[in-house]
């Protein structure tokens, strides 16, 4: 018997189930999974009203997820995901893939190449699921956190058409699958947001404008920011923190992107 939902990686998985209560039965047939039953199950939360936000930048996967909580207009953590092992077998699979397909689009024999294309299908699969379960980790790291501080869930990234315009260019090309997390790891925070009951929101902060004096500040290598007007200076990343941290009130009283009482998920069990 297989069953689906909740997401894999809940904090505490185990008792996710606790209130959620069987609302509906549906039998179905499906050509691919066969005749199932679906159990509606309904689980009551009381949202949230937030006093603490985990904000999280979503960048590109090999210049990490960037997270602050900030309690009362005051930044008390920092986070730095993915692990930096995670980082660095990422960009040793894709090296390896790029050589691969380098030395198959060279080769004459046939045979040999077959050989070395099915290795790269191999990689690339490997580093899918490299990017899968850093993915599932960060998600279960940040929304645990989010639970302990009975948090709004506030995500800064780019926005789905630079997203997708970024994956199509040219960067996107030899980078495109250190982009390929970035909408998971999105929608995967969404989803345990609602499951878990805390208020998730979107918003865009800056990281180019200073959050001191509001300067536009400078790229000053190594991806650290500097402001020309006050000298305020920091890592890229760090600064959107920063900035929710001087619009904490605002984002607080923010609508959140759902306002759902009752989740409903289904449990599939397979006959
Ligand atoms: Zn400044």
Redesign the pocket.
């Known amino acids: 018997m297989q069953t689906q939902n909740p997401p894999t990686g809940h904090p505490t998985s185990h008792h996710a189930d606790d209130n959620a209560v069987i609302k509906a039965v549906d039998i179905h047939g499906d050509h691919r999974l066969g005749l199932y039953v679906a159990l509606v199950f309904a689980r009551d939360v009381t949202p949230v009203k937030p006093k603490v936000l985990v904000i999280v930048n979503i960048n590109r996967l090999d210049h990490g997820v960037v997270a602050g909580v900030i309690v009362d207009g005051k930044i008390v953590k920092w986070l730095k995901l993915p692990d930096v092992s995670v980082v660095k077998e990422l960009k040793r699979l894709h090296q390896r893939v790029r050589e691969l397909e380098k030395r198959a689009a060279r080769e004459i024999d046939p045979a040999g190449r077959a050989r070395l294309e099915e290795e790269v299908g191999r990689l690339k699969s490997k580093r899918f699921g490299v990017i899968r379960d850093a993915v599932v980790k960060m998600a279960k790291e940040l929304v645990g956190l989010a639970v302990k501080y009975h948090a709004a869930i506030v995500v800064d990234g780019i926005d789905e058409r630079t997203y997708s315009a970024r994956k199509q260019s040219g960067e996107g090309g030899a980078r495109k699958h250190l982009y390929d997390g970035l909408g998971q790891l999105r929608r995967r925070l969404q989803r345990l947001a609602q499951w878990y009951g805390l208020p998730y929101r979107e918003v865009r902060l800056y990281s180019t404008v200073?959050?001191?004096?509001?300067?536009k500040?400078r790229e000053a290598g190594g991806r650290r920011m500097q402001?020309?007007?006050?000298?305020?200076s920091d890592h890229r990343d760090n600064i959107p923190i920063y900035w929710a941290k001087r619009r904490y009130w605002e984002i607080l009283q923010k609508q959140p992107v759902f306002s759902a009482i009752t989740l409903l998920t289904r449990k599939f069990l397979h006959l």
């Open positions: 200073c959050p001191r004096c509001g300067a500040m402001c020309p007007a006050c000298g305020f």
